[in-house]
């Protein structure tokens, strides 16, 4: 049987890309080390700064403010990391439950639909 050009696509459509892994990032001595090797005129040096001074103050001003709120996205992070482990764990368990009732509604239709044939004949030999 020759597959459809649809089924092919498909087939190509499901293959993952394999992407490489990421570089580990740089250590704080490698850090240091570019930044003393830069030039004045690298874009680092050159680039217009940011245009909300007022947050480089408030930083200075309230670093427990700033702790706070870094905290309380650590929390909510955490928060919302369990809710999916717990929602992707109860979606593992409902699929396995659908695969069950499946395979039980296949038998059942094969037990119907054996039950609806019609039995064999038997030829009586006189």
């Not at 892994?21 to 240091?32: D, F, G, K, N, Y």
């Not at 809710?83 to 038998?107: I, T, Y």
């Amino acid at each position: 049987m020759l597959s459809s050009p649809n089924s092919r696509m498909g087939s190509k459509a499901k293959k993952r890309v394999v992407l490489p892994t990421r570089p580990a990032p740089p250590t704080v001595e490698q850090i240091l080390e570019d930044v003393r090797g830069a030039t004045a005129q690298d874009p680092i040096f050159t680039a217009p700064a940011p245009e909300d001074p007022s947050g480089a103050c408030r930083k200075a001003e309230e670093p427990e403010a700033e702790q706070e709120l870094l905290y309380q996205q650590s929390r909510a992070y955490v928060a919302t990391n369990d809710r999916l482990r717990l929602a992707s764990d109860g979606l593992r368990q409902k699929c396995e439950d659908l695969q069950q009732a499946g395979q039980e509604l296949e038998q059942d239709i094969i037990q119907v639909t054996q039950a609806s044939l019609p039995a064999p004949e038997t030829s009586a030999v006189s």
